[in-house]
């Protein structure tokens, strides 16, 4: 089957960088992606990692080591509105993602 | 901005009832999606479904599921007789052609008494 693990809970400073770090076990997959999910609310896509290294996309990168089955979030430049939940997901082709348990992320002024 | 669009958005069910989730997936999309949270909880796959059939489900997925997509535009989710375990917040999921991005609705919260 597949796993992923993450921390539940983050907590840092605004203006700080924070990484959310993802760790996972699988016999296969296509990529690695993070999504942002605030209370209340439905997931949003953040970030993809098809390959290994380091995507960035604004305040955000992601990155992903294959050979080390482990991945992580960066947060840049932290905001209060980045208080939300993180999910790293497996994609295991176009027809089915697996979600971790997500990391809830409180950023303090 | 297209977006994947859910109703109800909260229904509320006694325990036996059938009920149907509906979603519009944005119209170019070609895959289709629904999962669930429980409240605090991860987000769980539940089935995917492309070119008018079921391409993956997860084991939470049972023979009290099932998907439709009946025209062109709906994509629906019914639950047969529902349980009180059932009570969730059911998430639609479209991706584009090629597309790596899963697009969220805003979900349907579920309530079985």
């Known amino acids: 089957g597949q796993s992923l693990e993450q921390p539940s809970e983050v907590t840092a400073v605004e203006g700080a960088i924070v990484q959310i770090n993802c760790t996972y076990q699988?016999?296969?997959?296509?990529?690695l992606s993070w999504y942002q999910q605030h209370d209340g609310g439905a997931p949003t896509f953040l970030s993809y990692?098809?390959?290994?290294g380091l995507e960035e996309t604004g305040r955000f990168s992601s990155f992903l080591s294959r050979s080390d089955s482990y991945g992580y979030l960066l947060l840049q430049e932290l905001q209060m509105k980045d208080s939300a939940s993180y999910f790293c997901?497996?994609?295991?082709?176009?027809?089915?993602?697996?979600f971790g348990a997500g990391t809830r992320l409180f950023v303090k002024a | 901005e297209p977006e994947v669009t859910q109703t109800p958005s909260h229904q509320v069910t006694q325990m036996g009832q059938e009920v149907i989730l509906r979603c519009v997936p944005i119209?170019?999309?070609?895959?289709f999606y629904w999962y669930r949270q429980i409240l605090g909880q991860k987000v769980e796959f539940l089935v995917s479904?492309?070119?008018?059939?079921?391409?993956?489900k997860s084991e939470i997925f049972d023979d009290q599921f099932s998907v439709e997509r009946p025209d062109g535009s709906n994509f629906t989710l019914k639950i047969r007789s529902t349980k009180l375990e059932d009570s969730a917040m059911y998430f639609c999921?479209?991706?584009?052609?090629?597309?790596?991005?899963?697009?969220f609705g805003q979900g349907t919260r579920l309530t079985v008494v």
């Open positions: 999921a479209s991706n584009p052609p090629g597309g790596t991005e899963a697009f």
């Open positions: 699988t016999s296969g997959f296509y990529g």
């Open positions: 990692n098809a390959l290994d």
């Open positions: 119209s170019n999309h070609l895959y």
């Open positions: 997901a497996l994609n295991t082709g176009g027809f089915k993602t697996i």
């Open positions: 479904f492309y070119n008018n059939e079921i391409s993956e």
